[in-house]
């Protein structure tokens, strides 16, 4: 489809945007929906890769173990009292979350309170907007 896109736009001698148009007055809006489209996506891929940058910076920050391996490492910043890892090696009874009265099965790993709480720095709800968050807008 594309190539057959950029060989008619090249015959007409128009761009992408408008060669649809060229071809059928009707779909005049495609060529502009496809840019629309395209927009997008790159904005989608740039946070993807962004949290990619984020992640490679935090590993090599606290070689030679991963900062989200341990809940201890995040106690104050990002890890709250349901944090427990079970590979770290301390059993639930003795973790910081069953000195709290939560459960085994309400407690989060620290890897997901690392992405939930230091990665995104997810609100209570869509109602709470938050802030711009330095450290990926630096990862741009």
């Excluded at 989200?68 to 009874?93: H, R």
């Excluded at 910081?96 to 309400?106: K, R, Y």
Aim: aromatic share 16%.
């Amino acid at each position: 489809m594309f190539f057959l896109e950029v060989s008619v736009g090249q015959y007409l001698g128009v761009g992408g945007m408008s060669v649809v148009g060229q071809l059928a007055p009707i779909f005049k809006g495609v060529g502009y929906s496809a840019i629309m489209m395209v927009f997008l996506e790159n904005v989608y891929y740039i946070i993807v890769i962004t949290w990619t940058l984020f992640y490679l910076f935090n590993t090599f920050m606290d070689l030679p173990s991963l900062p989200w391996s341990d809940c201890s490492k995040g106690n104050g910043t990002w890890a709250t009292v349901s944090c427990w890892a079970p590979e770290s090696g301390i059993p639930y009874t003795e973790s910081v979350a069953a000195m709290n009265n939560i459960s085994e099965a309400d407690t989060e790993t620290a890897v997901e309170q690392f992405w939930r709480n230091e990665v995104l720095h997810a609100s209570a709800g869509i109602e709470e907007i938050g802030e711009v968050q330095w450290d990926l807008f630096i990862c741009l």
